[in-house]
């Protein structure tokens, strides 16, 4: 059973950078067939997605945030990280690690976060 | 469109049956996925692809999708499936993800 770990500060000043981390375990980054990707939730609000990273390093990011969002991959530790510069209170949130599973039906293909971390709460205060 | 539209909140008396919406037009191209999150636990995937459960979750849990429209059913709803539940797919590019806004699941 594949297992997501979040790990990173808890507390970031307004204008810096958030980095977290992500670990898996009992799983590889390099398996095809998977998106590797960061989605926040800010408190009592639903859920953001922030991006995605695939095994060969090809990302995409939310619009919204992608001035601002770097996703990269370390295949030799089996991690996937998140930086997040210029942040500000909005930026609160708890932010979770995911693997975004991709599958192939006669409709064609389909996609579903079918593992997660169990959350980094960032506060972003001075 | 870039936008999954989800019912805030939806009750069912305990025992009955309970249908979550979500509505977009790149549901026209992926199926969503649902996941039922509770207070304080990360988010679990409940129903993925044209109508398929994940080990673990009950057989009470059901998929299905019509044109922009797909819908998560609770067949004889407990009170442990009171929580939030959040749709999914891949927008018409297929390039990015979203995410409805959500629908709180209250069992009376």
């Known amino acids: 059973q594949v297992q997501l770990q979040e790990s990173g500060p808890g507390l970031v000043k307004p204008s810096e950078t958030l980095s977290l981390t992500c670990t898996v375990s009992g799983g590889s980054v390099r398996s095809g067939s998977y998106y590797w990707s960061w989605i926040r939730q800010p408190p009592g609000k639903g859920l953001e997605w922030i991006g995605y990273i695939y095994y060969s390093g090809s990302t995409n990011y939310n619009p919204s945030l992608k001035s601002r969002v770097t996703i990269s991959v370390d295949t030799s530790k089996n991690q996937f990280s998140l930086k997040l510069s210029s942040v500000t209170a909005a930026d609160t949130a708890v932010y979770y690690c995911a693997r975004d599973q991709e599958y192939y039906d006669s409709y064609g293909y389909h996609y579903a976060f079918d593992n997660w971390g169990q959350g980094s709460l960032v506060t972003v205060s001075s | 469109s870039s936008e999954l539209t989800q019912d805030p909140a939806v009750s069912v008396a305990l025992g009955q049956t309970v249908r979550i919406t979500c509505q977009g037009d790149?549901?026209?191209?992926?199926?969503a996925s649902w996941y039922q999150q509770k207070p304080g636990q990360a988010p679990v995937l409940v129903i993925y692809?044209?109508?398929n459960r994940p080990s673990g979750i009950p057989d009470r849990f059901s998929g299905s999708s019509s044109g922009n429209t797909a819908s998560l059913t609770v067949t004889g709803a407990q009170a442990e499936d009171e929580a939030d539940y959040y749709c999914?797919?891949?927008?018409?590019?297929?390039?990015?993800?979203?995410f409805g806004g959500g629908t709180k699941l209250t069992v009376l």
């Open positions: 790149s549901l026209r191209n992926y199926y």
């Open positions: 692809g044209k109508n």
């Open positions: 999914n797919s891949r927008d018409s590019s297929g390039n990015h993800v979203l």
